[in-house]
């Protein structure tokens, strides 16, 4: 069965950086995009980055542009988020997503496969 294992959580101090990864399996992992997604506590999850299957493409939340950075290793079967910069606003909970498709989305409910989740605190 598919799985997604989010790791690289943790504390972390504003202007600091941070590399969140995503381990994937049981799936052709070249054919999936791939999404970031957070939940803050008592909010949304919200979009904050996505990956086209090739690693061509991108799209970024206003709020992270030039500050995150996704990739994509497709050998290693492995997504990443580095988040340069981070400000206190940036703590939640963090999702991977996949979905199989050329495309790239920002809406949650276009992905079918998701993580566990890994926490990140910014600290002020």
């Known amino acids: 069965q598919v799985q997604l294992v989010e790791s690289g959580g943790g504390l972390v101090q504003a202007g600091g950086s941070l590399r969140l990864s995503c381990a994937a399996s049981g799936l052709t992992f070249s054919t999936y995009a791939m999404g970031w997604f957070r939940q803050a506590a008592g909010k949304e999850r919200d979009f904050v980055a996505a990956?086209?299957?090739?690693?061509?493409?991108?799209e970024y939340a206003d709020s992270v542009k030039g500050r995150f950075t996704v990739s994509r290793d497709n050998a290693k079967n492995t997504v990443y988020l580095q988040m340069n910069i981070p400000i206190p606003e940036d703590t939640a909970a963090y999702y991977c997503a996949a979905r199989r498709t050329f495309a790239i989305f920002r809406s949650p409910d276009e992905y079918n496969y998701w993580g566990q989740g890994t926490q990140v605190t910014v600290s002020s």
């Open positions: 990956i086209s299957r090739s690693g061509g493409g991108t």
